[in-house]
């Protein structure tokens, strides 16, 4: 199994950037999603990385380091739009699923 | 688009009521879920199915059983609903780098 840990709750400021942090603790990995969560909808996919390095797509990057056990998912040039929940999973080698950590509430104010 | 579909948006039930709950997915996958998301807690695994009749146990199955007698369809029951499965229940299904996730059903147990 794993253990992630991300912050519960961030603000920032419309039109900055923000990084959420993923921490993991796990015995093989086999993969690291991040997935997007507004109020009362269900999570859709933002990014999947396996390899070390940044993901880049749009506004959205997604970095990762296997030898250190950690992600962050980085938001450019914010919208009011992106406040929203972020979900940070991570899959065992061998393994089908993915465990989801608690979820951080993203505020993106004016 | 890959299309996910639960069967209810919300749902009163009573206590010691047998419940179905259906999903229903239109994109030929393997894989399917469920998963219970409540606050502070995140998303949960109840259950998981990589073929038909093929079912294994996640984190939290107490209380509740599944069935996939064809591949687009993965029902979760709750054999005598309490009070405390008064939860957010989400369907997935994907292969192994992306999950598709339905609306959810939000289930009250009164």
């Known amino acids: 199994g794993q253990n992630i840990d991300q912050p519960t709750e961030m603000t920032a400021t419309e039109g900055a950037i923000v990084q959420i942090n993923c921490t993991y603790q796990?015995?093989?990995?086999?993969?690291l999603f991040w997935y997007q969560q507004h109020a009362g909808e269900a999570p859709t996919f933002l990014s999947y990385?396996?390899?070390?390095g940044l993901e880049e797509k749009g506004r959205f990057s997604s970095f990762l380091s296997r030898s250190k056990g950690y992600s962050y998912l980085l938001l450019k040039e914010l919208q009011m739009k992106d406040s929203a929940s972020y979900l940070c999973?991570?899959?065992?080698?061998?393994?089908?699923?993915?465990?989801f950590g608690r979820g951080t509430s993203l505020i993106v104010h004016p | 688009d890959v299309k996910v579909t639960q069967s209810s948006r919300y749902l009163v039930k009573r206590t010691g009521e047998k419940v179905f709950l259906e999903c229903v997915q239109d994109?030929?996958?393997?894989?399917m879920f469920w998963y219970r998301q409540d606050p502070g807690l995140g998303l949960r695994l109840i259950y998981f199915?990589?073929?038909?009749?093929?079912?294994e146990k996640g984190d939290i199955p107490e209380g509740y059983s599944v069935s996939r007698e064809k591949k687009e369809r993965f029902s979760l029951i709750l054999e005598s609903a309490s009070t405390n499965q008064t939860s957010m229940y989400l369907c997935?299904?994907?292969?192994?780098?992306?999950?598709?996730f339905g609306s959810g059903t939000q289930l009250s147990v009164l």
């Open positions: 997935a299904s994907g292969p192994g780098e992306k999950l598709f």
């Open positions: 796990t015995s093989g990995f086999n993969g």
């Open positions: 990385n396996v390899l070390d």
């Open positions: 999973a991570v899959r065992d080698e061998g393994s089908y699923i993915p465990t």
């Open positions: 994109m030929d996958h393997e894989n």
């Open positions: 199915s990589y073929d038909v009749k093929m079912k």
